[in-house]
Structures are given as structure tokens and as C-alpha cells.
């Protein structure tokens, strides 16, 4: 038995050797919201008595282990003859030991924390839509001031980071880093509706203490209330497909004023580049501004050659979507046709009209249509792509 | 009397050699060693898995493997450990040691065992074999949603989720059919005098497996079979968009799923009692205690499946009553801890290789039940949900609880099926290196998961570096280790010191009053129990 | 004698053959009864998500029109929101995006549906009502998504909802999130 605490031994002083900088985590990080700090509790709860019971009846066995030995030549002392009565007697001790731990120690904290858990139905000041769809998430603001904001939110680690083989150094926040963060107000309750478009998503902030599954088709709730200020982490964690580990979730919790300045400026930003869509835009712009859209969104699955992964995710090169009409004889767009796909995507597609604006949806279907290896040669206008949309 | 009791087997008297004697064997100890050798060969195969993901996972940063593949590999890993390695090794032992325990001179279904086994490598085979189609460029691979299937990312896989479903099928059949083997020789081929409530704990833990399984394969069937006509027949039973529900899957899953954990570990709660009572010279503690402790979990396991999924949503109520009827679980077992260490206490102990995985085996399955019990409460499980403090604990279950207490098994009854004993040292060398080499694996991986990083990710943030270093490392000593395993095995079955009838100074039980190995056809005349 | 014994022998195995015939029979109807209860749990989970709420799901059948007093002593918020999923040529959006009513008092919605393709596009909604124990408690009387929805190329449509809250929602929801998720439709006309 002395092996074990070997083992322990062993793994202090083989961590306390690995670089001195590292910061350990042995725990939960720190909370900031009234779910985690009571999940912590309930947690730091659960382990002691977990691990009191575990070293009391470690040390029983342990003890026998040593006292009882044959080597030690301790006769064997025969239980007395089977008594139904005191068997039913002694081993109905342990059950009652746990029977009050079960149901009494951590059986009432546990029902309160649940309660808690689930408790969305209070006014809440504010109401967020978090969209899962492969491998990105969508946030959007149902009401106050920022009504109407709703934005994508896309891994912002450098592609050559994740790629296999990189030798360089990574960013302090590899795979934690995203283009657009949610922007939460410190201190104020905040409905998080959940849902998907595609497979099953499960956002999740460690420091938050809260997740939830969000499933294609169906709405489920939880709630934050993040207390402190500051750039808080997480990942998706539910199983989602190949880009699983790629859909970091980055939330920003800023004091009120702050969050109202956000809300203008984002709102300033969407508006100027719904503007963009009004000019008329040559060719090379909308080739150089869809290449960056590509690269973002769409390499993903279609590869940034265009390539694809067939057969699940097709290839653009050469593709008779890319490469066909995009609008039929009537002025409308086709059903099926290029940019029908880009707007209402297809079974494992998204639909990329509720995540990208006329501008960047003109700009990819150009840049595809003149690059990857395809030279359709037409130009599709912001101006086109807005009016097919209504 | 003796001359004439041959009525049945017969026709085996003189029975086939070299392959044909495999492929045709209806006898039970045959069979039980190609259940055995199967799972020891699909240990290997799934085992060489996880260290393609443990190297990968060695350091952030993609090296080897790409993301598709390694969504591959998890969940084949999983099918394979727990179908291929886990269900095959309890079962082999069943085949092997139930008849020689009870004193029956067979199964009661011979033919039926037979073909039980032989729908096993097939299964493996389709199993595996999309890695290899995938080579040629057929498809994309093998199933790549985890174990568990979940639609709708299994509805939108390729041909490895098909392939993975029929594996599963035929998996299924296997177990009902081995089942089914095994409750008709426990209720009809007792020897006279052996009632219900004498039969040796090992038969104990079998039937409510047994029981457990005819009840809840089918559930899974059904539940892939629902996958399967969703993703090529139009159904929508799992499409939100035709009315289904995608978390119905989940239900229908983890009904079976929960029990399954049972079904893994109730054959190993059977035999270890016998392991403990032989090496404390005692005994055991509390048979009847723990009989009913088999039937309360056997009873409990299918009413508390929800606990897999609390992140779902489910409502309030709901929730409270999986989180409490989950932490009730831990009544029986607290019972059957207690009986354990009873029968160790004031015995005379000694080490053997068996004993030794036997005590590591309660101090590790310790650790996986008592974190059980913490992720029974639904607030906290929030956090520790799909993160690799779940991973950590359900193979300190499985792997210790399952696999360790297989190893203990292995050790125990090998000197009764070969005739010869095993090399002792190195059974020694094996415990120690697999039970530190394990630890160093899965305790960090409770603090990774603590530490918040999602389970079932090809590449992570640089903050989870060092403990997944040390896994990974740890995780090819432990691989590596089990190669003095088969080494013991073989060499073992080789040769060796002869081994004595009742092979072990304290065991019991019928099995140890026939010769070392068994004759082929054991218990022509039929023992009386008194 | 030893003939005598081998006939008592064999009589004996007959006997054990028969009894494990019979034993197994009774298992394969065990086996059978849970094949069919796998089947049975589809219809008993819709059951018991219609009366717990859980899924968020919502009766989708026209709820009887009772004659439920209104409790005018508090509001309930009813927020709305849409998602097109994919392969949907759609706009689908809430003309409102959220309503306060007393519980019982009968409020009629529009949602505002426009298909931009030029085919016609057969689709259908699916809600979802969070939190789940508002569900059961949210009463359609006249809703779009009781059937399939045809829209013609460049057609819109306004899509009524006549609805209330039960009186019986307990009394600390003040919120409730109603969601449709427009899909292409599964058993459509065509392409």
C-alpha cells in the first residue's frame, strides 16, 4: 500500500518540476457568477465527504491489510456461524451511513442548487439567443437597447496554429480566441436561450458555471449573472463534428455605461455596413473582401483550395452550384442556384443569410464563382444580394 | 454407474483438432477460451487506439492525427473496450467457470453458445473495417460521433455510423444469446443440493447481468434501429423538423446505457468476493447481503438513466428525483464494500498476483464510485458534464472496476484452466506497473477536467499542457505494461510448475475439486451440495 | 442394469431439454417485450413531454377554447422568436417581439413569412416554448404550424397565432420564450 502514496508523491513533485510559471488548476477556476460560486460550494462539499469516507475506509483496510497477514501468521478468526440476524444488523451500518450522507449532507445543499440552477423564470434584465451551428456560434440580443444586435462569433486563432505540424510559438489564447466576443453587463441577470441549426451544441463558460445543451429545432434556457468584470472562456462541449474542439465561446462582462457604448457602437457598425451594400462594387473589391470571408467561414468544410472533403462536404472547384446561373429568367434568384445555397444553405449547410450581411454574402459568391479554380467571370452586387433577399 | 453416465457429449467424445475443433466446439471451456483470447486480441485493438489519441494529445497543437480521425477513433475505442474487450471477457469467464462452479457438465444450450461467440469477430470486423475502406477512399471513415450515437450528428455521418449500428446488432444478438445461454444452465443444470441462495456469488452477479441484458439490448436495438431507418428510410423519429426529438435518443440510449455499467462490473462483483474469501483464508462476509445488494442495483440501474444527460434540460422535478434515486446507488455498494473488506478483516492474508489486483481493485473502483457520487448532483455536474473529470471517472470504473478486476480474474482461475501456475514475479511486476501507471494517467485528467477542458477534443488551449503530458506519458507506460500480461498468459499456457487441484491454499468451491486443467468433459457424474 | 440406467438416463436429459425449452421460450418473450417496449417509449416520451413540459414541447393541436377566467392581477411576458433552418428559402420573423398579457385573456400574434425563391417552397414549424414548465401551460387555439405551409415564388404571408396562458402557470413565471423553427417540410410536395 505504500505504492500508493508513492504514486501521490510521485505526482507532486513530477508537477512541482514541469515549468515553475505554469499556473495549476486543481479546482474549479474562479467563479463569478452566484451558479458557479454555489456549484464550487456544493463541489468542495461533495469531495470532502467523498474523500472522508474514502481515507476512513482506506485506513480500515489498510490496517487489515497489515495486521491480517499470513506472513505474520495470523490465524484466520472464522465469522461466528452465519446469523441472518447480525449480518442484517452490520451490513445495514454502512447503509445508514450513507443514507444520511445521500439524502441529508449533500442530499438538501443539492436540492437547493438545483432549484437555483433552474431558476430562469425571475424578471431577468435581458434576454440573449445563443445560435450553435457547425462549428460557430450566433448570439443575438432579443430586447432593451440592443434589440436587433446579432452577430457571428468565430475561432480567431490563426489557421496556421491549428494546422498539424506548426512548430512556432502558439498565442497565449490558442483555440481560446474569437473574432466577435459577447458583449454581458456586470451585475445584471441574463436569460441565455439556447438552440441549433444543425447537430447538438453545448455552450459553456467553466467560470460561469452553467451549461446547456442547445438542440437544432428546440429552445432551452439558462441564466448568468457574471459579478466581477473581465474576458471570460469556454468551449463547446458536446460532440459537434470534426470542428468540435474549434468553437471557442469568449464572453466580455463590462460595467453598464460600457455596455451601453457598446451597444451604440455595434449598432453604428452594423448599420454602415448595411450602407456598404448600397454602392456599387467592382470586381477585384468583392474578389479581395469575399476572399477573407471564405477563409473565415467557409474553408472549414470546403477547404481553402476549394477542395471540399467529399463526400460530405462538396467541392466549389468545378462545382455546378458555383458554376451555374445564379437568377432565373423571372429576375429571382434560383432555387438551388448559387446563391440560394450561400442564403438558405442545405442540409449540413448553414443558411448564411441570418449570419453574414449583403456585402460579405456578394463578396464570397463572387470571390467563388473567380477563384478556386472556377471562372464563371460575373460579378454579384450587395445592391443584387439585398433585394433577393426580401 | 460412472461407465454409463456419458449419455450426453457423446457425439464429442472423439472431437475435431485444429480449426475445425474451434469453429465446431460446442463445449464450454473451448468456447470460454475463445471468448477469452477475443477479448484479450479486441483489448489490444482498442487500446492501440487510445494511444494514437494519448500521442496526439501529448502536446497542443495538432502532430499527428486530423480532427475527423480522431473523432474516429474515440468513439471505435469505446465500442470496442466495452462490446469487444469487457462483455467478451465476463462472458468467457462465465462460459468457463459456471458449469465447474454449479457442477454442471456443460451450458445447457451448447449450439447456442457456439454460434454466440462466432457473431463476435464479424462484428469486429465491420466494426473496424471502415478505417481500412477509408484507405481506399470508400467512405469516410468509421463512426465519428462517440460511442454514443447521438443524432443528429450520427444522422448526418457516413457509411462508418451504418457500419457501427449492424456492429452493434449483431453485438446485441451475441450478449442475448450468451444470456439467455446462461440463465437456462443457472435455473435448470444446478447440481442437486445447490439452491439459488448457495450458488457462488460469480453465478450471482451473471444471472442479474443476465437479466439485465434481455431487458435492455433490445432497447438499444431498437434505439439504432430507429437511427438507422431516420438516416436512409424517410423516418423522422429523432428530426425535429417531422415531429421527433433528437434527446429521445438520448432516453432511449441511456436506458440501456446505465445498465450496461452494471452489466460490466456485476461479473466482477461476483467474482472478487471469491478471490478475497480465497486469499483471507475465511469465508466471506455477508453473502446474502450482498445477493440482494446484486438485485437492488440490477433494480435501480434502469430507473436512473437520465443522470447521463442532466445539461439536457429536463424539469425541476425530474431532475430531483435522477439525482436522488442516482445517489441511491450507493447504498448497495456501500453495503458491498463493507462486506469486502469484513471478509479480509482478521483473516490471513497473503499477496498473491490475484489478491493484489483484488485490493487495488477495491481502493481504484473506490474512487470511480465515490466520484460517481459527486456527479450525481446535478448543479455540480453542470461543470463537470462532457469535461474529462467524467473521462477520469467513468475508467476508474471501467478500467479499474472492469478491466483491473478482469486482470484479477485472469490471475485467479488461469492455474485451474492451464494446469500450470503463472510466473508470480511477474504478475507482481504487471499489478504494480499497471496500477501506478494508471493512476498517472486519469488523475490528472480529474483536474484537467475540473480545470474546464471538454472531453472528446483533438487539440486544447496551452493551459491544459502539463497534466495531459503526463497522462499521455503514463498512458503508454500503462499500454505497454500489458504486454508482460500476454507474455504471462502465453508462458503460462506453455508450461510452467504443475499446478494442484485446488491450486490456491484457501480456495472454495466446486471448481477446485477437479483436476488442474478441467478434463474436457467435466462432472460426467453430477456432484451433491449439501 | 446397465441398460436400465442408461434409458433413466436418457429419459432424465429429455426431461432437462424439455425444461430448458421451456425456460427459453419464456425468455424470448421477455426479449420480445422489451423490443416492443423500445418501440412503446416513442409514444410514452411524447406523452410524458406533452404533460411535463420537458423539450418544450407544445401541444400541436388546436387547444379547446375554455372558458378560462382571466387573472387580471398579473402580467406574463411572451417573448417570440424564429429560425429558418437550412435548405429554407424563407424570411420568418415575428411582426411583434414580445407581448404582455394576463394569463386566460386570448391575444392573436402574426409572424410574417416570405419565400424569396422562385419555386414554391412547402415548409413547417416547429415551437418550442422555454422554460419547459411554461409549455404545458401555453394554450394554442389557432396556430400556422398545425400544418405544412405552401408559399409561392415571391409570396407573403402573414401567420396568425390565436393563443393564451393558462391561468394555472405557476405563479413565479413572469417569462416565457416562444421559438419556431421554420424547416423545409419532411413530407413536402417536391424538391
Known amino acids: 500500500m505504500r505504492g500508493y502514496r508513492n504514486i501521490c508523491l510521485g505526482i507532486l513533485s513530477m508537477l512541482a518540476s514541469l515549468s515553475a510559471h505554469a499556473e495549476y488548476a486543481w479546482n474549479f477556476p474562479e467563479p463569478v457568477t452566484p451558479m458557479a460560486l454555489d456549484t464550487l460550494h456544493v463541489h468542495n462539499k461533495f469531495m470532502l465527504i467523498s474523500m472522508a469516507i474514502f481515507f476512513v475506509v482506506l485506513a480500515i483496510m489498510i490496517y487489515s491489510i497489515f495486521a491480517h497477514r499470513k506472513s505474520k501468521n495470523f490465524k484466520p478468526v472464522a465469522d461466528k456461524a452465519p446469523s441472518t440476524g447480525m449480518e442484517i444488523f452490520w451490513t445495514l451500518i454502512p447503509f445508514a451511513i450513507l443514507l444520511l450522507i445521500d439524502f441529508v449532507i449533500m442530499g438538501i445543499p443539492a436540492y437547493h442548487s438545483v432549484v437555483m440552477m433552474e431558476d430562469t423564470r425571475d424578471k431577468a434584465t435581458m434576454v440573449v439567443k445563443v445560435t450553435g451551428s457547425q462549428w460557430r456560434w450566433q448570439y443575438e440580443y432579443m430586447d432593451g437597447d440592443a434589440q436587433g444586435i446579432k452577430f457571428v462569433s468565430n475561432l480567431s486563432t490563426p489557421k496556421e496554429q491549428t494546422d498539424k505540424g506548426f512548430e512556432g510559438k502558439k498565442d497565449e489564447q490558442y483555440l481560446l480566441e474569437v473574432d466577435n466576443r459577447l458583449v454581458l453587463p456586470v451585475g445584471e441577470k441574463v436569460r441565455i436561450l439556447m438552440t441549433a441549426t444543425d447537430v447538438m451544441h453545448n455552450w459553456w463558460v467553466p467560470q460561469f458555471g452553467s451549461s446547456r445543451l442547445a438542440v437544432p429545432g428546440f429552445l432551452r434556457e439558462t441564466w448568468v449573472q457574471v459579478d466581477k468584470a473581465g474576458t471570460y472562456r469556454g468551449q463547446c462541449k458536446e460532440l459537434c463534428g470534426k470542428g468540435h474542439g474549434y468553437m471557442p465561446v469568449v464572453v466580455d462582462a463590462v460595467p453598464m455605461e460600457e455596455y451601453k457604448a457598446w451597444v451604440v457602437a455595434k449598432k453604428a457598425e452594423m448599420a454602415k455596413a448595411s450602407a456598404g451594400a448600397d454602392k456599387e462594387w467592382t470586381k477585384d473589391e468583392l474578389i479581395a473582401e469575399g476572399k477573407g470571408v471564405y477563409e473565415k467561414n467557409c474553408a472549414v468544410c470546403h477547404q481553402v483550395s476549394g477542395a471540399g472533403l467529399p463526400p460530405a462536404f462538396p467541392a466549389l472547384t468545378g462545382s455546378k452550384v458555383a458554376n451555374g446561373p445564379i437568377f432565373g429568367a423571372d429576375g429571382k434568384y434560383l432555387k438551388d442556384g448559387h446563391l440560394d445555397r450561400v442564403l438558405n444553405g442545405i442540409r449540413v449547410m448553414p443558411g448564411w443569410k441570418a449570419l453574414l450581411n449583403d456585402t460579405e454574402i456578394a463578396a464570397v459568391i463572387t470571390y467563388e464563382r473567380n477563384a478556386l479554380g472556377n471562372s464563371v467571370g460575373d460579378v454579384l452586387q450587395p445592391s443584387q444580394v439585398k433585394v433577393a433577399r426580401q | 454407474m460412472s461407465t454409463t453416465t456419458v449419455a450426453h457429449h457423446d457425439e464429442h467424445a472423439e472431437h475435431p483438432t485444429g480449426i475445425m475443433r474451434w469453429l465446431t466446439t460446442t463445449n464450454h471451456k473451448d468456447i470460454g477460451t475463445m471468448y477469452l483470447t477475443f477479448s484479450l486480441i479486441m483489448f489490444f485493438v482498442g487500446g492501440a487506439m487510445i494511444l494514437g489519441i494519448r500521442a496526439e494529445l501529448f502536446q497542443p497543437g495538432l502532430q499527428l492525427i486530423n480532427p475527423e480521425f480522431f473523432n474516429q477513433l474515440i468513439g471505435v475505442h469505446a465500442l470496442i473496450m466495452i462490446f469487444a474487450a469487457l462483455m467478451p471477457a465476463a462472458t468467457g469467464f462465465a462460459n468457463w467457470m459456471i458449469p465447474l462452479q454449479i457442477g454442471a457438465p456443460d451450458m445447457a444450450l451448447p449450439r447456442l453458445n457456439n454460434w454466440g461467440f462466432w457473431l463476435l469477430p464479424p462484428s469486429a470486423i465491420l466494426l473496424t473495417l471502415p478505417f481500412t475502406l477509408a484507405m481506399f477512399g470508400i467512405g469516410d471513415g468509421a463512426l465519428a460521433t462517440g460511442w454514443t450515437f447521438y443524432p443528429p450528428l450520427s444522422v448526418q455521418g457516413g457509411i462508418g455510423v451504418d457500419f457501427a449500428i449492424f456492429a452493434v446488432h449483431l453485438l446485441g444478438v451475441s450478449s442475448v444469446l450468451g444470456s439467455i445461454n446462461i440463465i437456462v444452465t443457472l435455473f435448470n443444470m444446478r447440481a442437486p443440493g445447490m439452491t439459488l441462495m448457495k450458488m457462488p456469488l460469480f453465478a450471482w452477479g451473471w444471472l442479474i447481468t443476465a437479466f439485465l441484458l434481455v431487458a435492455t439490448i433490445p432497447v438499444l436495438a431498437g434505439a439504432v434501429t430507429m437511427l438507422l431507418t431516420d438516416r436512409h428510410f424517410g423516418t423522422h423519429f429523432f428530426d425535429a423538423a417531422g415531429g421527433g426529438d433528437p434527446v429521445m435518443f438520448q432516453h432511449l440510449f441511456w436506458f440501456f446505457g446505465h445498465p450496461e455499467v452494471y452489466i460490466l462490473l456485476l461479473p466482477v462483483w461476483g467474482f472478487i468476493p471469491q478471490i478475497l474469501e480465497t486469499f483471507s483464508r475465511k469465508p466471506m462476509y455477508g453473502y446474502k447481503a450482498q445477493v440482494y445488494s446484486f438485485w437492488a442495483i440490477g433494480g435501480l440501474s434502469v430507473v436512473v438513466w437520465a443522470h447521463h444527460f442532466f445539461t439536457s434540460g429536463m424539469p425541476v422535478p425530474a431532475l430531483l428525483y435522477f439525482m436522488y434515486s442516482t445517489m441511491a446507488i450507493s447504498l448497495p455498494l456501500a453495503v458491498m464494500f463493507f462486506c469486502w473488506i469484513k471478509t479480509m478483516w482478521k483473516g490471513s492474508m497473503s499477496f498473491e498476483t490475484p489478491m493484489l489486483f483484488t485490493v487495488g481493485w477495491i481502493i481504484l473502483f473506490g474512487i470511480g464510485g465515490l466520484t460517481g457520487l459527486v456527479l450525481a448532483d446535478v448543479a455540480a455536474d453542470a461543470q463537470y458534464h462532457n469535461s474529462y473529470f467524467v473521462v477520469a471517472h467513468f475508467h476508474y470504473t471501467l478500467f479499474a472496476g472492469g478491466i483491473m478486476g478482469i486482470m484479477a480474474g485472469v490471475y485467479f482461475w488461469l492455474p485451474k484452466m492451464t494446469g500450470h501456475m503463472y510466473n508470480e514475479k511477474l504478475g507482481k511486476v504487471h499489478f504494480w506497473l499497471t496500477a501506478i501507471s494508471f493512476n498517472l494517467t486519469f488523475i490528472p485528467q480529474f483536474f484537467l477536467g475540473l480545470a474546464g477542458m471538454p472531453r472528446r477534443i483533438p487539440d486544447y488551449a496551452l493551459q491544459f499542457a502539463e497534466f495531459n503530458m503526463i497522462s499521455s506519458i503514463a498512458a503508454f507506460v500503462l499500454g505497454f505494461s500489458q504486454l508482460l500480461f500476454v507474455y504471462n498468459i502465453v508462458t503460462c499456457i506453455k508450461g510452467g510448475k504443475k499446478a494442484t487441484d485446488q491450486v490456491w491454499e484457501g480456495a472454495q468451491g466446486l471448481e477446485w475439486t477437479l483436476p488442474s486443467p478441467p478434463p474436457y468433459h467435466s462432472f460426467t457424474e453430477q456432484p451433491t451440495v449439501k | ?191
Request: aromatic share 8%; with cysteine.
Open chain 3, 1 to 191: 442394469m446397465a441398460k436400465l440406467e442408461k434409458s433413466e438416463q436418457l429419459s432424465q436429459k429429455q426431461q432437462l431439454d424439455l425444461k430448458n425449452k421451456i425456460l427459453v421460450r419464456k425468455l424470448l418473450w421477455l426479449l420480445l417485450g422489451s423490443l416492443l417496449f423500445a418501440f412503446a417509449l416513442v409514444p410514452i416520451y411524447d406523452v410524458l413531454c406533452e404533460m411535463t413540459g420537458l423539450n418544450g414541447k407544445t401541444n400541436n393541436t388546436a387547444a379547446v377554447l375554455t372558458k378560462a377566467k382571466v387573472d387580471e392581477t398579473r402580467w406574463v411576458t411572451v417573448q417570440f422568436t424564429t429560425n429558418v433552418m437550412p435548405g429554407l428559402g424563407w424570411n420568418f420573423y415575428p411582426k411583434q417581439s414580445s407581448i404582455k398579457m394576463h394569463p386566460g385573456q386570448i391575444e392573436t400574434v402574426i409572424f410574417i413569412a416570405k419565400n424569396t425563391t422562385n419555386q414554391v417552397v412547402v415548409g413547417r414549424a416547429i415551437p418550442s416554448i422555454t422554460p419547459g414548465i411554461a409549455a404545458a401551460n401555453l394554450k394554442k387555439i389557432e396556430c400556422f404550424c398545425f400544418i405544412n405551409q405552401a408559399l409561392k415564388p415571391g409570396e407573403e404571408k402573414e401567420m396568425p397565432l390565436r393563443f393564451f396562458v393558462s391561468p394555472e402557470l405557476p405563479k413565479d413565471v413572469s417569462d416565457m420564450t416562444l421559438s419556431y423553427a421554420f424547416f423545409p417540410s419532411v413530407d413536402g410536395v417536391k424538391e
